[in-house]
């Protein structure tokens, strides 16, 4: 199994979604709100960032305890199977807030991109996106 810089895929779609403008042109009077747009952009890939981070630290964690259940069992002694229950409960605990920290990387996915394309429908004047 390799390991990936869970970062990276976040960082790629951070740099088609930014918001850079030509050094000369008019000031339109959403430039305010655009900002604005744009801080909240900026904070929410930090936070897809950082729940990334956490969902590659639980899953490494999980690695390394099974690599431990792995040796314990094999190593057949009766101390070490009885490590294996805890072991195996810390590994549950871990899937499940993967689980958790996905559902609300997906939640907070969809929302951003729903207040995004309202957002762009806005500015348009109230044109309905193409399907």
Given at each position: ?131
């Amino acid at each position: 199994m390799t390991s990936r810089d869970s970062s990276s895929g976040a960082e790629s779609s951070m740099d088609y979604f930014s918001h850079e403008s030509p050094t000369k042109r008019t000031v339109p009077a959403t430039a305010v709100f655009d900002q604005d747009e744009e801080a909240d952009d900026s904070e929410l890939w930090d936070q897809f960032n950082r729940r990334f981070s956490e969902v590659q630290s639980l899953l490494d964690r999980n690695r390394s305890l099974i690599q431990q259940v792995n040796d314990n069992h094999r190593s057949r002694i009766a101390d070490n199977m009885v490590k294996n229950v805890a072991l195996i409960q810390e590994i549950n605990g871990n899937i499940s807030k993967v689980v958790s920290l996905y559902s609300d990387l997906s939640s907070n996915f969809s929302t951003f991109f729903h207040h995004h394309n309202a957002c762009k429908n806005a500015e348009d004047g109230g044109a309905e996106p193409d399907n």
